[in-house]
């Protein structure tokens, strides 16, 4: 198994922020595609951005895109989410999660997945 430390989930008002960080060890970080997911009760998981291991971008949904920063440490195993403006309907657990290969796979095809978090927004 490969253990997450996953963290910087909580409860916002809609407009407000929060930077989701998760650390893991266990794989070749540095040469790992790292992703970020989320799914909201009674919802489908939703990808959200991933990162290549030399920080390509893929983006996997339209709903984050200019509100959600993805971002890598490699030094200390650590992927990030930032984001921004949050609203109501992005109360969901978040998810990170690591591909398999250098480069960003398709959504379905990651293979380890972290504990989540909770991210509540009220309105």
């Known amino acids: 198994q490969v253990p997450w430390v996953e963290s910087g989930g909580g409860s916002v008002q809609a407009g407000g922020s929060l930077k989701l960080s998760c650390t893991t060890s266990g794989l070749t970080f540095a040469h790992t595609a790292m992703a970020w997911f989320r799914q909201a009760p009674g919802k489908e998981r939703e990808g959200l951005q991933c990162?290549?291991?030399?920080?390509?971008?893929?983006h996997y949904s339209h709903h984050d895109q200019g509100r959600f920063t993805i971002s890598r440490d490699n030094a200390k195993n650590t992927v990030y989410l930032q984001m921004t403006n949050l609203a109501p309907d992005d109360s969901a657990i978040y998810y990170c999660?690591?591909?398999?290969?250098?480069?960003?796979?398709?959504?379905?095809?990651?293979?380890?997945w972290g504990r989540g978090t909770q991210v509540t927004v009220s309105s």
């Open positions: 999660a690591a591909g398999s290969s250098y480069f960003c796979p398709a959504p379905y095809a990651f293979t380890h």
């Open positions: 990162i290549s291991w030399n920080d390509g971008i893929d």
